[in-house]
Each structure stands twice: as structure tokens, then as C-alpha cells.
């Protein structure tokens, strides 16, 4: 089977980062962490259109982190809210609060901007990845793109906003070898290829204590913190000390392009 390594420089979903979009017309680590959800897909570990709770939980200045669907909703002005993933990029924990103004995980001390995601304080060195969530125009806060960058609806005789760019491929069918897969960091996915032509879709975060998966192997996905392996062919427990499968993410193969779906 193919060793693999992490992917590194593939380019990211062409998509306005952690922008949140008022819907209608109303204007309205790898050694610590916490467990990872269930299973199935999008783009951050949720399926599109999960309601994550009421926009008036998300406090201004601050925010409140959805453990469960791994994303964090911060509102850092009235009225504009953000969405980033609650995993840390240093290595890999799930960040546990949220005060003065940053996002902070407790495992090295690192503080990101409720704003961007941008690291206030390290270790780490990288942003938060944007997640794109939808305030409804009954508040509540959904999961998903909502129509691109605004945080208010458009006033009347505004020009809508331009369509996004077609997104880019994550990878190339060729990247992805039969019986084995790739890490793509960034992202926090895992793609494998079980047999020729079947491609499949994993979070990276580990289910026992939030780590991120470091290679794949003998037809395991395989994290280095506890030794869990995971299956490539359905993310399913091969040895523990994790007991739950790696959440599904949805994938999508255009040509000889893979896509997050």
C-alpha cells in the first residue's frame, strides 16, 4: 500500500473567508483536544444547513464555540458575524474559550483574532480556516454559504454581489493512489482511494482526543498521537484506542478533479 504524507501548498476552496450572510431580504494536537462529531459531511465537519443556534448567543466582542460541529461564531461588531474552525492550527487541539477579543486553545497558549482567525498569540503560526455560516432571517445561525461576502442584505437599489469564481480543485484524481489516500492540512481532510475510481472523503481530526492524522498506510488512516487507525475504505475503527469512525466529508470528482462537495 502507499505510505502518504501530508499535503502541503494544494490550493483552498476559492470562497470568501468566515463571511456570514444575513438570508432574505430583511436586514436582519497533535497531543490534546477534545472529541470530534459524528459524521456526515461539509465543508468544516457539519452539513450544510445545520442550525448551530440563535445569533443572539453569539455575543458582540466575543463569541461562542459549537464543540460539536467543530466551528467557532464569533461577532466581532454588531450585526457581523464570522466562522472559523474550532481546531488550532499549532497541533491540532480544539480551542476552549473566548474572551478579550480572541479565540484561545489552552493546550500551548495560543490566541486567534475574533475578526480573521489570525493568530494573535503562538505557537501557532496560521490562521483559523474560515467556515462559511448564514444567519437566518428568523436569527438563527445555519452552517453553509449563503450567497457570498455581505454581512447585511443588500439595501434597495444595491447591486447584488458577484458570483464567486468556480471553485479549484482540492486535488488531482492522480494524487490520490488506489489503496491509499493523502492528508490535506489545511482543509483538516482526508481523501482515499480504496479501489481504482472509488474516492472517499474523511475528517483528519482523530475521534479519541482531537489530534490530527499524520499519514496512511496499509490501508489505514493513521494518527500518531495514541496509534488509532482508521479504515480508508469507510473511516471505520481498525485499532484504538479510538472508538468512533472519522466523520465522513462529502467529495466530489469533476474530470480528474476532487473537490470538497
Known amino acids: 500500500m502507499a505510505d502518504d504524507t501530508r499535503a502541503r501548498g494544494v490550493p483552498r476552496r476559492t470562497a470568501v473567508a468566515g463571511a456570514v450572510v444575513i438570508a432574505g ?6 497531543r490534546y483536544g477534545a ?115 455581505q454581512t447585511t442584505a443588500p439595501e434597495e437599489g444595491q447591486e447584488p454581489p458577484a458570483e464567486k469564481p468556480p471553485v479549484q480543485g482540492l486535488a488531482s484524481t492522480k494524487d490520490i493512489p488506489v489503496g491509499g489516500g493523502k492528508v490535506f492540512e489545511g482543509e483538516q481532510v482526508v481523501i482515499t482511494q480504496p479501489v481504482e475510481g472509488e474516492f472517499k472523503g474523511f475528517s483528519s481530526i482523530c475521534t479519541h482526543q482531537g489530534c490530527a492524522v499524520t499519514a496512511i498506510k496499509d490501508g489505514t488512516i493513521n494518527c500518531e498521537c495514541h496509534g488509532s487507525k482508521f479504515e480508508v475504505s469507510d473511516g471505520s475503527v481498525r485499532s484504538g484506542p479510538a472508538s468512533k469512525p472519522l466523520p465522513y466529508r462529502s467529495v466530489k470528482v469533476e474530470g480528474d478533479q476532487i473537490t470538497l462537495a
Do not use: R
Open 25 to 30: 431580504t430583511a436586514a436582519g494536537c497533535a
Open 35 to 149: 472529541p470530534a462529531a459524528e459524521p456526515p459531511p461539509i465543508s468544516a465537519a457539519a452539513e450544510e444547513g445545520t442550525v448551530l443556534g440563535a445569533a443572539s448567543e453569539v455575543p458582540v466582542g466575543g463569541g461562542k464555540i459549537f464543540a460539536d460541529q467543530k466551528i467557532v461564531v464569533t461577532q466581532p461588531a454588531k450585526g457581523e458575524f464570522k466562522g472559523f474552525s474550532s481546531i488550532c492550527t499549532h497541533q491540532g487541539c480544539a480551542v476552549t474559550a473566548i474572551k478579550d477579543g480572541t479565540i484561545d486553545c489552552e493546550c500551548h497558549g495560543s490566541k486567534f483574532a475574533i475578526a480573521d482567525g489570525k493568530p494573535a498569540a503562538g505557537p501557532a503560526n496560521k490562521p483559523l480556516p474560515a467556515q462559511q455560516v448564514t444567519v437566518t432571517p428568523d436569527g438563527k445561525i445555519t452552517t453553509g454559504a449563503g450567497g457570498g461576502a
